[in-house]
């Protein structure tokens, strides 16, 4: 049987690049996506390109009822239930505490924690139901364990995604099914260049291996975590930052 893989929010971004990695190590990947249908059409031919299957459908992550018809679409095409999910989907906010509108307090929280609780409970279900084990990795931040100003919504989204990952792991665990979570630092996307200019120079002056990273560092330890080279992995956050958020505050200078 061929290996199955959805990812979230996977027609833009580091999702993209997941699609394409998951690709071209044999999995049929199916994709959502949010109002970006060129993009994701252009995410399905590169992998036809290379000779793999995709598929990307609009959904909204934080409907049941959307993820189901997509759950359902999805498994129809594969012949299969997955054997993974990743919870990439998200979206942030740049406003003080003081500043947050509620809606976009809603529509962070909706799409970056509840997002991801739907997801993984509807491919869990269908993963118990299947008795087939399985994998799921969520996307979490630096901001996982350090408190980042002005992103006050995207900080708790992020902060509860892994404590998410630890219950879920427990729970899901007698059914084979493991869950872990990615930490990136920065990693420079087309949206962090255009956010920031000097994004790379910043960040990589700050971070212990001297640079910024990519969406393809980003790959090798989700496939590590989907495979069953991490077949006793679970409930674990991996960072993936250059050691940026390992080091200390540290007043003194050479």
């Not at 970056?112 to 979490?140: D, E």
């Not at 998410?164 to 729970?171: D, G, N, P």
């Not at 560092?217 to 956050?237: C, K, M, N, R, W």
Request: glycine content about 12%; overall charge negative; some cysteine.
């Amino acid at each position: 049987m061929s290996k199955f893989a959805i990812i979230t929010g996977g027609s833009s971004g580091i999702g993209r690049h997941l699609v394409r990695a998951f690709s071209d190590k044999g999995y049929a990947v199916a994709f959502t996506h949010l109002g970006q249908t060129d993009a994701a059409n252009a995410v399905e031919a590169d992998v036809a390109a290379q000779g793999g299957r995709a598929i990307g459908r609009e959904c909204e992550v934080a409907n049941s009822a959307a993820i189901e018809a997509f759950l359902d679409e999805a498994i129809a095409w594969a012949g299969q239930v997955p054997d993974v999910l990743v919870n990439n989907a998200g979206i942030q906010t740049w406003a003080s505490l003081l500043d947050l509108p509620e809606e976009r307090w809603d529509a962070v929280i909706n799409t970056n924690l509840k997002g991801t609780f739907l997801n993984t409970q509807l491919v869990a279900r269908r993963m118990v139901a299947a008795k087939t084990g399985g994998s799921i990795i969520n996307l979490g931040s630096g901001c996982n364990k350090l408190a980042f100003p002005k992103l006050v919504d995207y900080t708790a989204s992020k902060g509860g995604i892994e404590q998410f990952t630890k219950v879920s792991a427990v729970e899901l665990g007698p059914y084979g099914i493991r869950v872990n979570c990615i930490a990136p630092g920065a990693i420079e996307t087309a949206r962090t260049k255009a956010e920031s200019p000097d994004y790379a120079k910043t960040w990589g002056d700050v971070t212990p291996l001297r640079r910024v990273g990519t969406p393809e560092d980003l790959a090798g330890p989700i496939l590590f975590l989907a495979g069953e080279q991490s077949a006793f992995v679970t409930g674990q956050t991996i960072w993936v930052d250059g050691g940026v958020f390992t080091q200390a505050f540290w007043p003194y200078r050479e």
